[in-house]
């Protein structure tokens, strides 16, 4: 079969809905998730799926691809993908897809392929993925799987609930950008004790304030609005499969995930002393400074969520974290992220320590970070593309400790006494991901017309596409 082989990414896949996938491709996608997983003795496979237009359809011809070749199936509907993976440890079915485009726009679509309990196809499991749907090589079962749907919702929040127990009442702002949060993470805080205003949480598959991504400036400067309007103690923004979160504190600071991750290594490392704590290598220093502060075992590795859970197989990290909002809480929950989880797991130390967010933030080194900027590059000279700009770094900071080994993956971390900065390409679509920051405005400042400069010396660089594109400016 045909099919555009740039949807098959580092960790999942992606394309644009009614072009690059469409019924007939979804189902052969199906076809051959089930032909991989059957091989290895994988005889079931759950099902779920966020808010996109066209999510229902393609689960539904993903489980018809699935049953074709012999597999059961389960399907437990529209739901976070945190809760799919929470659901293959509560039904006991170690394999699936989740049918999402995470932050991609709304004209695309796509899957996280689980292959165990918290695992997904990365890297080279997508490319036998790939090659199977192009061969089809894949046969029909002798008989076909058994389909069965599941309500798995309240037992998912009931775990949790038991988990994460709130002594303080909180007023929160939950601003969903229109996705599948927005008909989820509200009942649960309710659940939780909270008095919850909602912003934005009908579903409406257009995203019609743009993509909810909790990265960008649009969505955090929103939310820092309506929770002033409010008066309430927090603000959280959620992506469309609502694994990663974003937040703002009770007086409308937007806080970087991060500084975040900061504090939940704090709130580990009590729980779990002298533990590894691994976080990626877009994050800020005062990750570093507290991990080893709090007595931690810092552990630095390549963006992206699945490589980070898989390198955890190894180091057994008893938390990772990334600046996009992923959280894995893998010595208390799974090892697998969930926006929800994080959202409780924040209020509950916020409870237990009995401070405000913004009271928690003030006590972290402060450095002056630009937010997780974006610009395009197309597919098929990014990765060529950074290479270049690290030989370039590297001449032009030779006082930097330079990070281009496996633990950047993708990219380049140039590490000073007072500031970084990083120029990476992403696995998820046609663009380049840069982050700087300093303890001081005037380094900052050198940085931001520094990279800005450069960037604009290499043609390969598509300025029409972008995000937070102005903090260069």
């Known amino acids: ?44 496979a759950l099902v779920s799926r966020d808010s996109r237009l066209t999510s229902a359809e393609y689960s539904t011809c993903l489980i018809k691809g699935l049953n074709w070749v012999g597999l059961d199936t389960v399907d437990i509907g529209l739901n976070l993908v945190g809760t799919f993976y929470w659901a293959q440890y509560y039904l006991d079915i170690k394999s699936g897809a989740f049918v999402t485009a995470s932050h991609n726009p709304a004209e695309y679509n796509g899957f996280k392929f689980a292959i165990d309990f918290s695992e997904t196809l990365v890297s080279d499991g997508i490319q036998e993925l790939k090659r199977l749907v192009e ?14 749907v599941i309500d798995i919702r309240q037992a998912y929040f009931n775990d949790i609930l038991k988990r994460l ?11 969903a950008s229109c996705a599948t949060a927005g008909v989820i993470a509200p009942e649960l805080l309710r659940q939780a004790g909270c008095e919850v205003i909602e912003k934005n949480c009908q579903l409406d598959p257009s ?40 937040i703002v504190d009770d007086k409308g600071g937007i806080i970087w995930n991060d500084v975040l991750l900061a504090l939940f290594a704090m709130d580990v490392l009590n729980d779990h002393p002298g533990a590894k704590i691994m976080f990626n290598t877009l994050c800020s220093k005062v990750v570093t400074d507290i991990i080893i502060k709090s007595g931690g075992q810092p552990f630095m590795w390549r963006t992206g969520h699945s490589f980070l859970k898989k390198k955890n197989q190894e180091i057994k990290a008893a938390f990772i974290g990334e600046l996009s909002g992923h959280f894995f809480f893998s010595a208390d929950f799974y090892n697998h992220d969930d926006g929800l ?52 770094l590297r001449a032009d900071y030779p006082e930097a400790e330079v990070i281009d080994d496996q633990r950047a993956g993708d990219g380049v ?20 991901t840069i982050k700087f920051e300093s303890l001081t405005k005037k380094k900052y400042a050198e940085l931001k017309s520094y990279i800005n400069n450069l960037l604009h010396n290499y043609t390969e660089i598509d300025w029409s596409f972008g995000v937070n594109v102005e903090s260069l400016n």
């Open 413 to 432: 971390r140039l590490e000073m006494a007072d500031s970084m900065f990083v120029v990476r390409y992403s696995q998820n679509g046609p663009y380049l």
């Open 135 to 148: 061969e089809e090589n894949y046969k029909r079962g002798e008989k076909p799987g058994q389909h069965k």
């Open 1 to 44: 079969m045909k099919i555009n082989p740039n949807m098959f990414r580092g960790y999942d896949l992606r394309g644009i809905a009614g072009q690059d996938l469409t019924p007939e491709i979804v189902e052969h996608l199906g076809r051959a998730h089930g032909a991989y997983l059957k091989r290895r003795g994988i005889t079931k």
């Open 165 to 175: 127990p709130l002594e303080k009442k909180f007023k929160v702002v939950i601003d």
């Open 207 to 246: 995203f019609p304030l743009g993509t909810p991504d909790p990265t960008e400036m649009v969505v955090a400067e929103r939310l820092s609005k309506e929770v002033i309007t409010e008066g309430a103690d927090l603000g959280f923004s959620y992506d469309p499969d609502g694994d990663r979160i974003g």
């Open 341 to 392: 989880y994080s959202t409780l797991r924040l209020l509950r130390y916020l409870s237990r320590t009995k401070q405000t967010l913004a009271q928690a933030v003030s006590s972290l080194p402060k450095y002056i970070s630009s937010p997780e900027i974006k610009v395009g590059c197309p597919d098929e000279v990014k990765v060529g593309l950074v290479k270049i700009i690290a030989e370039k």
